[in-house]
Structures are given as structure tokens and as C-alpha cells.
């Protein structure tokens, strides 16, 4: 059986933090299961102030009625409504049986304020979804 860290590992967000880094972020997960066609988070709801990391099973990502994405193991979401503390932009469901961990903003955001090299790459993270949403569109 995997620890916490070592599933938090999978995640590309977390991939080059230290083991100290990850048993410290891990302390701060729950984990949290979701039966098949069960609604994790809603769009434009605030269904929480979570960030949600996937551990097993799978889930569709769907946005005005239209699926956008499939998630799995190693998947995250959540981050958006976290930071901007404002409601989802989709609505994630479980496809399958789902583990996932959350987070609550607080928590994260005190993680990612002590490890600026998780910053950088969340913020990396957002450009980069935002440049392919807008390529999408042109």
C-alpha cells in the first residue's frame, strides 16, 4: 500500500518536492470516496474550498453540459476555485469508484506560501491551461 506522499508523488504539481515536502503537504490531505455518478464539485457553485488530487478510478470533466477532459490516477483540480475562491468553472463527476485527497485552501495556500517552488509551478500550471484553452478557441 502506497503512503499519502508517495501518492502526492504522482502528482506533476508535487513531482519535485522533497520527501520532507510531501510527508508536510500529505499531513494536511483527507481522503475522501465518491460511488460512481456521484458529483465531486458542481460549476458555478462553491462547493467547497477544496483541491482534490485523484488516487483511483476515474472521472469526466464537463463544462456547460459538455464533457472537456476524462481525470485519473495522478489527476488534480480545484485549483482555480482555491485560489480565486470563487465558483467552479466545471463540474467534475466519478465515472468509476473514486479516492481522491483534498485539500482545504487554507492549509494549501500556507503550504504553498513556505515552498515558493510549488507556486511557480501552479502558476506555470494556470498559463499553460490558459494558452490552450485560448488556442482551443481560435
Known sequence: MTSLADDLKRVPLFSELSQRQLKQLARHFKERTFRPGATIVREDQMSGVDFFVIVDGEAVVTVRGKEVAKLG???????????????????????????CLA????HFRRFVNHNPDVAWKLLQYVVNMFSAQLSKSQ
Open 103 to 106: 485539500m482545504a485552501s487554507w
Open 73 to 99: 490516477p495522478g489527476a488534480h483540480f480545484g485549483e482555480l476555485a482555491l485560489i480565486g475562491e470563487r465558483e467552479r468553472l466545471s463540474t467534475v463527476t466519478a465515472v468509476t469508484p473514486v479516492r
